[in-house]
């Protein structure tokens, strides 16, 4: 029944909508969930007077609309059949352009990545994830696709494709792609038709709308600075970009857009990709009419709008469709993977599998609207991501700060308590859009070689032997940084870009600019990954030049090194494939009061291990309540941990 402002603030929170959003204000305003319950009680009109004088009119009638829109409740109860691969896997993300470049023109590319599969195949990855490979101009490093069919010139060819995905199956390594459909390209073939015909059939696969040019159709900001609107003087219509005014949205209410996306799909699936990982995959669904973001809720969370777009009322439709008619295969692929054994070696090719992997990055979406996406039993996403990991309370990635590892603990406990047997999460702490966890924590100590490779360590340990699917991003086996950049003109980024002006014209001074992009731009994680003392990279100019050159954390200098952070990735990769109690197996917080010590045991069948952490920069002695236990990783001292140290252990 829908809710109404006579209903009580317990009931909006008790709805998946409703306990998203509401979280979702208490972080960005660094308020305690502990508000909620004091104020349950109250009704929402009664809220909603209050708010109105500090947020403006308004703000109660939005989310009551988006609430009211997903009627909807997590699936509970046991899920059908074996659990999947990917629940157990341990999935490695690439950058292409950094990974390695095989023909020196400073550009990785996909000859560069097949060169160093045995890099991977070493490490003991399961799945490659590669970010976009397909034809672009590059305004946005791929990520504005001008032709999902194709490769991008500076990646190689379709045959390569073809050679890579070999070559991983022939390492029993899957494979899946970074898919970006939520926009295009403008240069894409349906975007240049629907501006040469708005009214024909391609003018309705994008939100082409009419007026004049003085006045955009809503008041919608872009997540890359400025209005989401473009006008198009050849069309006469104003174009939405949520992103670059280069990446133009598609109409995903239009079933021809859910078609071509299908048959895209299906062409890489029969080539014998393994499954797409889904850009900003819940932004396709925009809510009808396209009404004007409130002015308080653009203002805390930056983007204007955003409360129509991120979990819009159709998304789960269109995520049942594409999984039906898209990642269902309809015939078999060019080859599958080697069954990897729990030792390691490798057996025969393993049967196709009947569905490819669903992964969604899924922005704004929180612990309850990600079950609803991703329970086994939906056929919507296998996995999303929830970015509420990266950030603590009350900061957003531009902020210069030091991150608080309680936070992490605060963040996986309350999630791991909300799941259900359907649910299942994605841990990881780096990517392509965001700096280094490491430095985050690390706050200036990483500078310490011994200090950053301590942190890398037990960032591992964490991510690896977490409930949930790890992702690593590339250069994290080898405790990777952020760097040194001097300038703006160091940075190849468009959003730090195109952010520094914008801020500059917002009244900020440049040093306090600079400083902000320098805290957040997206190139920390994009430069080239260092394979050798000097770089290995490529014999050319490097598109984005790194800055760190501190001895002993290339891959050439940590794969022979048995105390390296890569060997320490590598060990536990193989402990976890070893035992599935790391994997699959229940997972207990041990003294999860006790501040900065961060410990479980995971246990399966019988088989336990215990795993601690010393998240601190000072020595801590074990508490009482950690169980009997001999140490498999790391060197067990009865009574103490030293600082940043990281175990596992076996439970006596």
């Given at each position: 029944m829908p809710l109404d402002k006579?209903?009580?603030?317990?009931?909006?929170?008790?709805?998946?909508?409703?306990?998203?959003?509401?979280?979702?204000?208490?972080?960005?305003?660094?308020l305690p969930r502990g508000l909620v319950r004091a104020v349950a009680g109250l009704r929402i009109g009664t809220v909603d007077r209050i708010t109105d004088r500090i947020m403006g009119p308004g703000v109660m009638e939005t989310v009551l609309g988006i609430v009211n829109a997903e009627p909807d409740v997590?699936?509970?109860?046991?899920?059908?059949?074996?659990?999947?691969?990917?629940?157990?896997?341990?999935?490695?993300?690439?950058?292409?352009?950094?990974?390695?470049?095989?023909?020196?023109?400073?550009?990785?590319?996909?000859r560069g990545i097949i060169d160093h599969l045995d890099h991977l195949a070493d490490l003991g990855v399961d799945c490659l994830w590669l970010s976009p490979i397909f034809a672009s101009p590059n305004r946005d490093m791929g990520y504005d696709i001008s032709d999902y069919r194709a490769v991008?010139?500076?990646?190689?060819?379709?045959?390569?494709?073809?050679?890579?995905?070999?070559?991983?199956?022939?390492?029993?390594?899957?494979?899946?792609?970074?898919?970006?459909?939520?926009?295009?390209?403008?240069?894409?073939?349906?975007?240049?038709?629907?501006?040469?015909?708005?009214?024909?059939?391609?003018?309705?696969?994008?939100?082409?709308?009419?007026?004049?040019?003085?006045?955009?159709?809503?008041?919608?900001?872009?997540?890359?600075?400025?209005?989401?609107?473009?006008?198009?003087?050849?069309?006469?219509?104003?174009?939405?970009?949520?992103?670059?005014d280069s990446q133009m949205d598609l109409r995903w209410d239009n079933p021809d857009v859910q078609r071509e996306v299908a048959d895209v799909?299906?062409?890489?699936?029969?080539?014998?990709?393994?499954?797409?990982?889904?850009?900003?995959?819940?932004?396709?669904?925009?809510?009808?009419?396209?009404?004007?973001?409130?002015?308080?809720?653009?203002?805390?969370?930056?983007?204007?709008?955003?409360?129509?777009?991120?979990?819009?009322?159709?998304?789960?439709?269109?995520?049942?469709?594409?999984?039906?008619?898209?990642?269902?295969?309809?015939?078999?692929?060019?080859?599958?993977?080697?069954?990897?054994?729990?030792?390691?070696?490798?057996?025969?090719?393993?049967?196709?599998?009947?569905?490819?992997?669903?992964?969604?990055?899924?922005?704004?979406?929180?612990?309850?609207?990600?079950?609803?996406?991703?329970?086994?039993?939906?056929?919507?996403?296998?996995?999303?991501?929830?970015?509420?990991?990266?950030?603590?309370?009350?900061?957003?990635?531009?902020?210069?700060?030091?991150?608080?590892?309680?936070?992490?603990?605060?963040?996986?406990?309350?999630?791991?308590?909300?799941?259900?047997?359907?649910?299942?999460i994605s841990v990881f702490l780096d990517n392509h859009d965001n700096p280094r966890m490491l430095s985050k924590i690390g706050a200036g100590r990483e500078a310490d070689p011994a200090v950053r490779t301590a942190i890398g360590k037990?960032?591992?340990?964490?991510?690896?032997?977490?409930?949930?699917?790890?992702?690593?991003?590339?250069?994290?086996?080898?405790?990777?940084?952020?760097?040194?950049?001097?300038?703006?003109?160091?940075?190849?980024?468009?959003e730090s870009v195109n952010r520094f002006p914008a801020l500059l014209e917002s009244g900020m001074g440049p040093r306090a600019a600079w400083a902000q992009i320098l805290s957040g731009t997206r190139d920390h994680a994009r430069v080239p990954m260092r394979w050798t003392p000097g770089g290995g990279f490529t014999t050319g100019v490097p598109w984005l030049a790194g800055t760190d050159e501190v001895p002993g954390f290339s891959a050439a200098e940590q794969a022979v090194d048995p105390d390296s952070v890569y060997s320490w990735h590598r060990a536990l990769i193989a402990l976890r494939r070893r035992h599935p109690a790391l994997t699959r197996g229940s997972l207990t917080w041990v003294a999860p009061r006790r501040r900065n010590y961060l410990a479980y045991v995971r246990e399966l069948d019988g088989e336990a291990f215990l795993v601690e952490c010393n998240a601190s920069e000072t020595t801590m002695r074990r508490p009482s309540a950690a169980p009997p236990a001999e140490p498999v990783l790391g060197i067990r001292d009865g009574r103490r941990l030293a600082p940043w140290e990281a175990s596992v252990s076996r439970v006596l």
């Open positions: 006579g209903d009580r603030l317990g009931d909006l929170y008790a709805t998946p909508v409703g306990r998203d959003v509401i979280d979702k204000i208490l972080l960005q305003a660094a997590p699936l509970t109860g046991e899920a059908e059949g074996e659990d999947p691969w990917w629940r157990s896997a341990v999935f490695y993300q690439v950058y292409p352009r950094s990974f390695a470049d095989s023909d020196g023109d400073g550009v990785g590319d996909l991008m010139d500076e990646m190689g060819t379709l045959a390569d494709v073809d050679d890579l995905i070999a070559a991983c199956h022939e390492r029993g390594m899957r494979i899946i792609l970074d898919l970006v459909v939520n926009h295009t390209s403008d240069e894409h073939e349906w975007f240049r038709r629907a501006v040469a015909d708005p009214d024909g059939p391609y003018g309705r696969y994008y939100f082409l709308e009419e007026g004049t040019e003085d006045a955009p159709p809503n008041n919608w900001k872009s997540f890359f600075s400025g209005p989401a609107w473009r006008w198009i003087p050849e069309a006469q219509r104003w174009a939405l970009h949520l992103f670059a799909v299906q062409w890489w699936l029969a080539r014998g990709i393994d499954g797409f990982r889904l850009d900003v995959i819940n932004y396709i669904s925009k809510a009808p009419g396209l009404p004007d973001g409130h002015p308080f809720v653009g203002e805390l969370l930056e983007f204007t709008g955003v409360e129509h777009y991120f979990y819009g009322p159709r998304l789960g439709e269109f995520l049942r469709t594409l999984r039906r008619d898209g990642f269902t295969r309809n015939r078999p692929p060019a080859s599958t993977p080697r069954e990897r054994l729990a030792d390691g070696a490798l057996a025969g090719p393993l049967p196709a599998d009947e569905v490819g992997v669903m992964v969604g990055e899924t922005p704004g979406i929180g612990v309850e609207l990600g079950r609803m996406l991703s329970a086994r039993g939906r056929d919507e996403l296998d996995l999303t991501f929830n970015f509420d990991v990266l950030e603590p309370p009350g900061r957003v990635r531009w902020d210069n700060y030091a991150y608080d590892p309680e936070y992490l603990k605060r963040y996986w406990r309350d999630y791991l308590a909300r799941l259900g047997p359907r649910d299942w037990l960032l591992a340990t964490l991510q690896l032997t977490m409930r949930g699917t790890p992702f690593l991003f590339q250069g994290q086996e080898l405790g990777a940084v952020n760097q040194e950049f001097s300038s703006l003109d160091d940075l190849r980024d468009v």
